[in-house]
C-alpha cells in the first residue's frame, strides 16, 4: 500500500480516538466536583493542541463554570449551582449587575444561582412540568442564594423611603438569605423574556398577585400576560413552592418557620 494512504488512514483512526475520548468528557463536565475528570481534559487537550480538528473542536466545548471561593465555600456547605442539576434552566442574577431598583451592583461574590440541594430538586422538577405544559418556555431565574451581608446593603438603601415595606429586615432574614427562596419569570427559547404584567422588582399593583383579577378585569394586565403567571404558578406548586401575595417572580420552598428553625442563614 502507497505510504502516504497508509498514514492518512492512521492519521484518521488516531483522531477518531481522540474525538471519542473528548466526548465522553464532555458528558461530565456540567459536575463542578469532578476535578480528575477536569485533567484528564486537559491531558486531552494537550495530546489535541497541534491538531485543526482540535482547535475547532475546542470551539464547541462548554467551559465549565469558574466558582468565586465564596460560592466554593456554599457548595461545601451543602448549596448546589443549579445549572449543574438542569443546563435547561437560564440565570440572569438582577443584583449580580445593576439592572435592579438600587441601580448598584450588590452581588460581589456570587454570579451563579445557589440553592439548598433539595430546594434546587424541587425547582428542576418544576422546569420539567413547565415544559411539559409548553416545550417553547423555560424559566429565567433572577434571585436565588442571597448572602445576609448584601440583604444588609439593600435595607441601607431603602431605608426611610416608600420601599422598606418590599424589602426584607436584615435582622429576621430574607429566605433568599437560607437559599430557600427563588425569584424566576419565563423566557422563550431564545432567551427573550416573556411579559408577565410587571417588571422584577415592580413595587406596584401590578406586581401583586392578591390584586391579579382586578388588573384584568381593568385591563391593566392582558390575559396572555396572566396565564404565563399561572402556567408558571401551577408549575412551582406542583414541585411544592409557596407564592406569596406581593411578588408573582418570588416562591418559597418551605414555610419561613421551619426555615428559621432548621437552616442556616448565610451571612
Ligand atoms: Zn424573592
Request: charged share 25%; glycine share 4%; hydrophobic share 35%.
Amino acid at each position: 500500500m502507497n505510504k502516504r494512504i497508509l498514514f492518512f488512514i492512521i492519521f484518521m483512526m488516531l483522531s477518531g480516538l481522540c474525538l471519542f475520548i473528548r466526548c465522553t468528557n464532555n458528558s461530565n463536565n456540567d459536575n463542578p466536583d469532578t476535578q480528575d475528570i477536569n485533567v484528564n481534559k486537559d491531558k486531552d487537550q494537550n495530546k489535541l493542541a497541534n491538531s485543526s480538528i482540535a482547535d475547532s473542536i475546542a470551539d464547541v466545548v462548554k467551559t465549565p463554570p469558574e466558582y468565586s471561593a465564596y460560592e466554593l465555600a456554599l457548595m461545601k456547605k451543602g448549596f448546589v449551582d443549579v445549572l449543574s442539576l438542569d443546563s435547561t434552566l437560564k440565570t440572569d442574577l438582577r443584583y449580580a449587575g445593576d439592572q435592579n431598583f438600587t441601580n448598584e451592583i450588590l452581588y460581589d461574590s456570587i454570579q451563579h444561582c445557589f440553592l439548598l440541594k433539595e430546594v434546587g430538586e424541587m425547582l428542576v422538577e418544576a422546569h420539567q412540568t413547565l415544559k411539559s405544559k409548553d416545550s417553547t418556555v423555560r424559566f429565567l431565574l433572577l434571585d436565588c442564594l442571597r448572602p445576609n451581608h448584601v440583604q444588609h446593603k439593600m435595607w441601607d438603601l431603602v431605608r426611610g423611603t416608600d420601599e422598606q415595606k418590599y424589602v426584607a429586615s436584615p435582622h429576621k432574614g430574607s429566605m433568599h438569605n437560607y437559599g430557600t427562596a427563588v425569584d424566576l419569570t419565563l423566557v422563550d427559547l431564545d432567551g427573550k423574556e416573556l411579559d408577565l404584567g410587571s417588571a422584577f422588582d415592580d413595587f406596584s399593583n401590578l406586581a401583586q398577585p392578591r390584586h391579579e383579577l382586578g388588573l384584568l378585569k381593568d385591563g391593566k394586565i392582558s390575559r396572555e400576560a396572566l396565564d404565563r403567571r399561572w402556567m408558571l404558578k401551577t408549575s412551582m406548586k406542583a414541585a411544592g413552592f409557596r407564592t406569596i401575595q406581593t411578588e408573582w417572580w418570588h416562591y418559597n420552598a418551605f414555610h419561613k418557620d421551619v426555615v428559621r428553625s432548621r437552616y442556616e442563614m448565610i451571612k
